[in-house]
C-alpha cells in the first residue's frame, strides 16, 4: 500500500521523531511510505492511505495547529482512509485534542478508521507495524 505520513505541527520540527518512526513501522510491514509536511498537501490524492501526525497548539483546549484546515481544504480527500495520530504533550485535554483532529479529516470527507495518542518514537514504530494488518 501507497502510505503518506504527513507532520502537522506547531512548534517547527516537534514530532519529526514520532513520524520517521511512524513510518518505520510502516516500511518494516512492506508499504511504500513517504514523510510529506504540511504544505505539501496537493500530493495527497496520490496515496492509497494518509497517516496525519501532530500536537495539540497549546497547552489547554485541544486546540490543532493553524496549518491542519489548511492542509486538508487543499487537498481532494473525500472518501480516502486515514488514521489520525497525535503526540501527547501534555496531562490536559489530549482525547479532546484527539478528536479535534478526527473531526477535521471527517469533515472534508476522510473515512478515518484509527486513532492513536503516541506516547513514544517506540510507540509510534510500533503503531506503523500495525497499519494495514
Known sequence: MRIAVVSVTPHGNGTKDYVKAL???????????????????????GYDYIALCTEAAGFWGGKMPEALPQLLATA???????????????????????CNLMKAMEKEGMVVNWSEVLLSPDHANAMGKRIGA
Open 23 to 45: 513510518a518505520n513501522g510502516m516500511e518494516s510491514m512492506g508499504h511504500r511510505v513517504d514523510v510529506l509536511d504540511a504544505g505539501d498537501g496537493y500530493k495527497l490524492p
Open 76 to 98: 481532494s480527500l473525500a472518501g480516502m482512509k486515514g488514521a489520525a495520530f497525535l503526540k501527547k504533550t501534555g496531562p490536559f485535554f489530549i482525547n479532546k485534542a484527539l
